[in-house]
């Protein structure tokens, strides 16, 4: 571009009024400002106070520096695209604006300066990242089967055992959108238990019970292969069905017990479909 002065006129100092109006450095400009186009000594004050204010060189004349300064003033976020080039990186007060907001959000844009750089970059990926993007979309369908018996006997008027078995199958399937992280996966385990029962002395019971159990995990994590986020780092694997154990003593008063003897077994089946 070439440089604006005193006396210049034309499309581009028309440009420059607007910009400095839009900053309320010049009175708004009408569509009877016959001066619109002409670089008269108003526009001289406002470029001289726009140059002031971003520390540049205060001489009143719009130069390549001031003029870049000044279409980067123009811009407010989230009125043009942003994004990082390296031929041409894009300046403005948008990018300034974006590089505080995200500075404020604890995402590194580093120091604000108005130059949309790798940096920048890296903050606004993390951030939509972290805040918007779907990391990743799957169809899971999963369903559990649950057999279970115990036994409780009588061996004394003060000693009662109980002892008991369950299994437990889980299968599943995984529909990823990453196709290295689908597939099907299943397992069973089989928990043993056991309680005794000491008492009743003075309308007082003893108990202890132990056994195992289990947990199972999110049946995606028995699938992976490969990160979800960048498609190729490997991932390990989880195993579906986690093993538990625990044991527990207690106290409480006595209750009538119908059962001397017995055998009960039980069946529990369950399903999901998660997306």
Request: proline share 6%.
């Amino acid at each position: 571009m070439r440089v604006l002065r005193r006396g210049d006129a034309g499309p581009d100092v028309a440009e420059i009024r607007s910009i400095l109006a839009g900053m309320d450095l010049l009175p708004p400009v009408t569509g009877t400002d016959d001066d619109y186009g002409t670089f008269d000594v108003a526009v001289e004050h406002a470029v001289r106070a726009f140059q002031q204010r971003r520390g540049l060189i205060t001489d009143g004349i719009v130069g390549p520096a001031t003029f870049q300064a000044l279409k980067g003033a123009s811009y407010h976020l989230g009125s043009r695209p942003l994004s990082y080039t390296i031929a041409a990186p894009i300046q403005g007060d948008d990018v300034f604006t974006l590089q505080e907001r995200l500075t404020e959000l604890g995402f590194d844009a580093g120091r604000p300066d108005g130059y949309f750089g790798p940096q920048t970059e890296r903050a606004l990926k993390t951030f939509q990242r972290d805040t918007l993007s779907i990391v990743r979309e799957d169809s899971v369908r999963e369903g559990n089967v649950g057999l279970w018996a115990d036994t409780t006997a009588r061996w004394t008027d003060w000693l009662r055992t109980t002892v008991g078995i369950r299994e437990d199958y889980f299968a599943g399937r995984v529909l990823s959108d990453t196709p290295e992280n689908s597939g099907n996966a299943q397992a069973s385990m089989t928990s043993p238990k056991a309680g005794i029962v000491l008492g009743p002395w003075y309308k007082t019971e003893f108990y202890g019970n132990a056994g195992y159990g289990l947990h199972s995990n999110d049946i995606r994590g028995a699938t992976i292969t490969v990160d979800p986020i960048d498609k190729v780092t490997p991932q390990d694997r989880v195993p579906l069905l986690v093993r538990s154990k625990g044991a527990e003593p207690h106290q409480g008063s006595r209750r009538p017990h119908q059962l001397a003897r017995g055998v009960r077994a039980g069946f529990r089946f369950g399903t999901a479909v998660r997306r």
